[in-house]
């Protein structure tokens, strides 16, 4: 009994650091409309910056909290400024992606700064702990509370009672109407960010001393935990945040409590799944809310795409399909199969998001399907490498499209989450199915490439190989794209209630979509896992959906050619700066900021 109080206990306490992170989403949603990714970023420099007043620094704690709150508020501010409100007035999906690019640059700055090595911060209050009935409470835990609890009080009475208060309420409720009624809403978008991410930074302090640790990898997990702890409770409500947030607490307490440390984040994701199915809105939305609009469609950026010539596409085609026959290095053979495994994906990711209009941010989990698949068929029955790959392939196709399915009723940003979800959820499986996929040691030993009995071990033969995949799975793409079933898929895109009223099947079209998609990338992967010899669960990870949709971005949503060139200049790029290699997620990122600011429609334009 005492055993379940310390987890209802530890349960609220945990829920409490999720909320400060959570009503801080929920303020910037409700009056931008808009996810920001880089609040675990925050979240990370607040933890920091503590680390630098408690072990550095030497102050007392009231003076600890202060400092982290006007550091991350500073950093709020500068966000808005310089980051976001120059995309006011661009598309839809601007913003989303540029606060994923603040998260990579402010991330590796970190990581820069003090290394990442974790680093310890110690609590400044007594270790002691207290008897309530059968469990027990330290003066940490208090705190905690207490910051929660209070920092709730205050944001009602400033929401409440406050004018900015007032303008904050009003840009949520009708942007555009308070506009018009005087209200400065550049000023309300200062003040929820400069809250948002005073919150988000006492959180990181809060939970870097709560387990005396802290480390420059735990900004993604904030942020996830944070969205979904937002998006159970209803995207842009703040009580409901604060109640999603008490409400994952609790299920990942007492999911650790029955199946182990390591199935607490799979709870958290299912949570989020199951809610997004029964209710899509959150459990605090009305019923009467609006649909959330979507984030391609019409609002996708303006372009003329730059229409290349067959002959010139048939020239470059050769051009590297001769390549290894000249005098080139290894290394340069290296790199552009690296390019030709990320084309796969990129070829997977832009039928999906640019041209049926689902952005998915969890499309690494279709290639660890893949991966999987054909590494445990061509090591444990022996299936010939060729034939394990199609396999993975078709796998990827079918399980991925089950996995995505419930997404298929939701819009906008709820899409993307979604599709997080499911990959973290993939990564989670993986890890804990044990049995099956070996766990964390993962699988080692998968047979080399192999086609018709031959070995391709030489860089030669892998470079022709994956070249010649890609450019059939290209070709089939292009040849999909100008039918009539890629003529529907844009269709829905452009105006998914036109495209329904017009007799369009959504959730079919969607699904052929994911199955052409999740073939090439399962093949991408399968390759992969014969290429490296050895996968786990960390080897598809989120930064890898993430650098994805950056390609796509890139080369220009929808475009098959975009893909392939957004692959090459994003593997290419940092090898041409290798000698800063740890720079190299500081390139992504202001290389995404610089697109989504100044060509939003990629370099070859949407299709």
Same mark, same amino acid.
């Given at each position: 009994?005492?055993s379940?109080l ?9 829920g409490?650091?999720y909320?400060l992170v ?5 303020l910037?949603?409700?009056v ?18 503590g680390?630098?007043?408690v ?19 500073l950093v !709020?501010?500068?966000? @808005?400024?310089f ?11 601007a913003?989303?992606?540029a606060t994923i690019g603040i998260?990579?640059?402010l ?5 820069l ?16 702990r207290?008897?309530?009935g ?9 705190l905690?509370?207490?910051v ?26 009708d942007?555009?109407?308070?506009m018009?009624?005087? $209200?400065?809403v ?11 991410a005073?919150?988000?930074? $006492? ?10 640790q802290i480390?420059? &990898?735990? /900004?993604l997990?904030a ?9 159970? !409770?209803?995207?842009g ?7 999603g /947030?008490l ?10 409590a029955?199946?182990g ?5 799979l ?5 989020l ?7 899509p ?10 649909p959330? @609009?979507?984030?391609? !469609?019409?609002?996708? &950026?303006?372009?003329?795409? $730059?229409?290349?010539?067959r ?6 085609v050769a051009?590297?399909a *001769?390549?290894?026959l000249?005098?080139v /290095?290894?290394?340069v053979?290296?790199?552009l199969?690296?390019?030709w ?19 998915s941010?969890?499309?690494a989990?279709l290639?660890?399907?893949?991966a ?9 029955l ?12 078709l796998m990827?196709?079918a399980?991925?499209?089950i996995?995505?399915?419930?997404s298929?009723?939701l ?5 993307s989450i979604?599709?997080?979800?499911i990959?973290?959820?993939?990564s989670?499986?993986i890890?804990?199915?044990e ?22 071990i ?7 190989f994956?070249?010649a995949?890609?450019v $059939? ?7 999909l794209? /100008?039918?009539?079933l890629g003529?529907?898929?844009r ?13 369009l099947s959504?959730?079919?079209y969607?699904?052929?979509?994911f199955?052409?998609g999740? %073939?090439?990338a399962?093949v991408?992967?399968? *390759? ?9 669960? @960390?080897?598809?990870?989120t930064?890898?959906?993430?650098l994805?949709?950056?390609v796509v971005?890139?080369g ?6 975009g ?5 090459v200049?994003?593997?290419g790029?940092p090898?041409? %700066? ?8 500081l *390139?992504?990122?202001?290389?995404l ?5 100044f060509?939003?429609q ?6």
């Amino acid at each position: 009994m005492s055993s379940w109080l310390d987890y209802t206990i530890n349960g609220l306490i945990v829920g409490n650091v999720y909320a400060l992170v959570a009503v801080g989403l929920a303020l910037i949603f409700g009056v931008s409309r808009l996810i920001n990714f880089a609040q675990g970023s925050i979240y990370l420099v607040g933890a920091y910056i503590g680390w630098v007043a408690v072990v550095q620094l030497h102050t007392p704690l009231p003076l600890t909290i202060i400092l982290v709150a006007v550091v991350a508020a500073l950093v !709020g501010l500068i966000i @808005e400024r310089f980051g976001l409100r120059p995309l006011q007035n661009s598309v839809r999906i601007a913003p989303l992606l540029a606060t994923i690019g603040i998260s990579f640059v402010l991330d590796q700055l970190v990581m820069l700064t003090f290394s990442p090595n974790p680093r310890a911060l110690p609590s400044q209050l007594p270790d002691v702990r207290f008897q309530v009935g059968g469990g027990t409470i330290g003066p940490l835990d208090l705190l905690i509370a207490g910051v929660g609890i209070s920092s709730a009080l205050l944001l009602f009475v400033f929401l409440r009672y406050s004018k900015l208060g007032w303008a904050v309420r009003a840009a949520s409720q009708d942007r555009d109407a308070a506009m018009q009624m005087g $209200v400065d809403v550049n000023r309300v978008n200062q003040a929820v960010f400069g809250i948002a991410a005073a919150l988000g930074g $006492v959180s990181g302090l809060l939970v870097g001393m709560y387990y005396n640790q802290i480390d420059t &990898a735990m /900004s993604l997990q904030a942020t996830l935990k944070g969205v979904v702890a937002e998006v159970v !409770g209803g995207a842009g409500n703040v009580p409901g945040a604060v109640v999603g /947030s008490l409400l994952l607490g609790l299920v990942e307490s007492y999911g650790v409590a029955v199946f182990g440390t390591s199935y607490r984040n799979l709870f958290a994701f299912l949570l989020l799944v199951v809610v997004l199915v029964l209710r899509p809105n959150g459990l605090f939305a009305s019923a009467r809310q609006a649909p959330p @609009e979507p984030l391609t !469609g019409t609002f996708i &950026a303006p372009s003329r795409p $730059v229409r290349i010539p067959r002959w010139a596409l048939a020239l470059a085609v050769a051009a590297f399909a *001769i390549l290894p026959l000249l005098p080139v /290095s290894f290394y340069v053979l290296q790199t552009l199969i690296n390019a030709w495994l990320l084309g796969m994906l990129a070829l997977s990711l832009t039928l999906v998001a640019g041209t049926v209009g689902q952005v998915s941010l969890g499309h690494a989990a279709l290639l660890a399907i893949g991966a999987y698949t054909s590494a445990l068929l061509s090591l444990a029955l022996n299936v010939p490498v060729g034939l394990a790959i199609i396999a993975g392939g078709l796998m990827s196709a079918a399980l991925g499209t089950i996995l995505i399915s419930p997404s298929f009723r939701l819009r906008g940003h709820y899409v993307s989450i979604a599709t997080l979800a499911i990959g973290e959820i993939v990564s989670l499986v993986i890890l804990n199915w044990e049995s099956v996929t070996r766990g964390p040691i993962g699988i080692s030993g998968i047979p080399p490439l192999s086609l018709f009995g031959y070995d391709l071990i030489s860089p030669t033969s892998i470079y022709w190989f994956s070249f010649a995949v890609m450019v $059939v799975l290209a070709l089939l793409q292009a040849r999909l794209l /100008s039918s009539h079933l890629g003529r529907s898929f844009r269709a829905i895109r452009d105006d998914d209630i036109a495209a329904r009223a017009y007799g369009l099947s959504l959730n079919r079209y969607k699904s052929l979509a994911f199955i052409f998609g999740g %073939f090439a990338a399962g093949v991408s992967g399968g *390759i992969a896992a014969h290429l490296y010899s050895y996968i786990n669960h @960390e080897t598809f990870n989120t930064q890898q959906s993430i650098l994805a949709l950056t390609v796509v971005i890139l080369g220009g949503l929808g475009n098959v050619v975009g893909a392939i060139v957004g692959a090459v200049a994003l593997v290419g790029l940092p090898e041409v %700066f290798r000698i800063a290699a740890e720079y190299r997620i500081l *390139i992504y990122g202001i290389v995404l900021l610089l697109l989504v600011r100044f060509r939003p429609q990629g370099l070859l334009g949407t299709i």
